[in-house]
């Protein structure tokens, strides 16, 4: 095969236009070559299979010969043009190669391509950044232990006084509009409009109906209050949305929380010898989360330096695009998670948008940065890291490990994450690379 003519103009940021064509002498053996291949298999009336003579087989077959041809063509020359020119192709955007194919001519097409960007790393090799050395005050370890009592408390009914914020509440209550018990217009969710003998955890109360909280904080036992509600437009019982309402409360039983005192009882219900241990096994959690904490603010802080210190002011589009869907994706399903509605995700959706292409273009230009010192430090990845990587995917997902393996295949995702953890691996080394200024202690305990 020749070289074919290609001639390449820009098109856009990190975008070009390739003219490409290939030589007659090329497009012709390709064209005896198409045919053969289709008579090997073609079927016509008086003739056994690949028998056929290939005029026969040129006229019945014509539509199919020329569309394979013509792809046969397109992916030939713009591997060539590609090869030739030594570009970086992310992905082609368009393909135009709808001009005739004639015997004994060249074979003309256009392809526009997103290329990656061209940039240049910073030295990064030993870089000052600041590192915290991080440490436990006692006072946290008392946190922590007090945390560990109230995880463990019991709630005990208390007479005699009012309720407070952190006690829980035995209610019955009833709303109304006008005259018309909310019962007979509510069906989705009937505890919303009446309800008796529910149990209220009082700091909360405002999650179930706005103000309430305030209505039960000093109510006694038996005593009947009325409230006003003024539900809001979004509020998740779609027959409140909007709605006034009044509903009537009444106090019936009032729990308070009371910890376990640190006897023999409490401590062998947590495994502990006694309250030294138990201050030990804390404090030695609490460090290890906080070294936790300092390693991915490191990260953070190692990612944050790449980020400002290589100028890349041009993005392949198709990349950013592709990366801003998976991040709407993602915002939507976490927002509706925490019970955020459809509606308003759509009155917020250009916020949403901006957001997520803001983020997605940082991660893009991160990808071509990592995988540059990638290719800098000739990192890569071992089968062995490969199959560790699938083995804690399956575990995560507590699938067998062979059924992430055939998954993965299936949707060729084994480059992809290759790749990422080649990625990885970079931005590790460059970690490693970092010479880190502890500040002092103080410091860092105020900034944590």
């Not at 893009?364 to 000739?378: F, P, T």
């Not at 080649?422 to 103080?442: N, P, Q």
Request: proline share 5%; charged share 30%; net charge negative.
């Amino acid at each position: 095969m020749s070289s074919v003519a290609v001639k390449i103009e820009p098109a856009g940021p990190c975008r070009l236009k390739m003219a490409i064509e290939v030589p007659a002498t090329d497009v012709d053996a390709a064209w005896r070559e198409v045919v053969a291949q289709v008579a090997r298999s073609a079927r016509l009336p008086g003739f056994r299979p690949g028998r056929a003579p290939e005029a026969l087989v040129q006229k019945k077959y014509a539509q199919q010969i020329e569309e394979e041809l013509r792809d046969w063509l397109t992916r030939f020359g713009f591997r060539e043009a590609v090869r030739q020119a030594a570009l970086d192709v992310v992905a082609p955007v368009e393909v135009s190669n709808e001009a005739p194919l004639l015997s004994g001519a060249p074979f003309a097409f256009t392809v526009t391509v997103d290329v990656a960007p061209r940039f240049e790393l910073p030295a990064w090799k030993g870089i000052e950044l600041e590192g915290r050395a991080p440490t436990v005050t006692d006072e946290e370890v008392e946190r922590a232990v007090t945390a560990m009592r109230e995880r463990l408390a019991r709630y005990v009914t208390v007479e005699g006084r009012t309720i407070r914020a952190e006690d829980f509440a035995r209610v019955d209550y009833e709303g109304r509009t006008g005259e018309t018990p909310l019962a007979q217009r509510v069906t989705s969710c009937p505890d919303a409009a009446a309800c008796r003998d529910r149990w209220v955890m009082v700091a909360e109360a405002n999650d179930l109906f706005p103000g309430f909280r305030e209505v039960l904080i000093g109510m006694a036992v038996g005593e009947t209050r009325e409230m006003n509600v003024v539900f809001p437009a979004d509020f998740p019982v779609a027959e409140l949305a909007g709605l006034q309402a009044l509903y009537t409360v009444t106090l019936k039983e009032i729990r308070e929380r009371q910890l376990p005192p640190m006897d023999e009882e409490f401590f062998r219900s947590i495994k502990a010898a006694d309250e030294a241990e138990l201050r030990q096994r804390l404090r030695a959690s609490l460090e290890s989360q906080k070294q936790q904490e300092e390693q991915r603010r490191r990260r953070q802080t190692v990612i944050q330096w790449l980020l400002d210190h290589t100028p890349m002011e041009e993005l392949p589009q198709s990349e950013v695009d592709a990366e801003t869907r998976l991040t709407v994706s993602q915002l939507v399903q976490d927002n509706i998670r925490r019970g955020v509605s459809e509606e308003t995700l759509r009155q917020h959706s250009d916020a949403l948008l901006e957001a997520a292409t803001t983020s997605s273009r940082e991660r893009v230009r991160l990808d071509y940065i990592l995988s540059r010192i990638a290719d800098q430090e000739n990192i890569q990845v071992t089968d062995e890291e490969m199959m560790n990587h699938l083995k804690v995917l399956a575990a995560l997902r507590n699938e067998p490990l062979k059924k992430v393996q055939k998954e993965i295949a299936e949707r060729g995702r084994q480059e992809e994450i290759r790749a990422g953890l080649r990625r990885s691996k970079a931005l590790e080394r460059v970690m490693d690379a970092v010479v880190w200024k502890i500040t002092e202690k103080g410091t860092a305990d105020a900034d944590s």
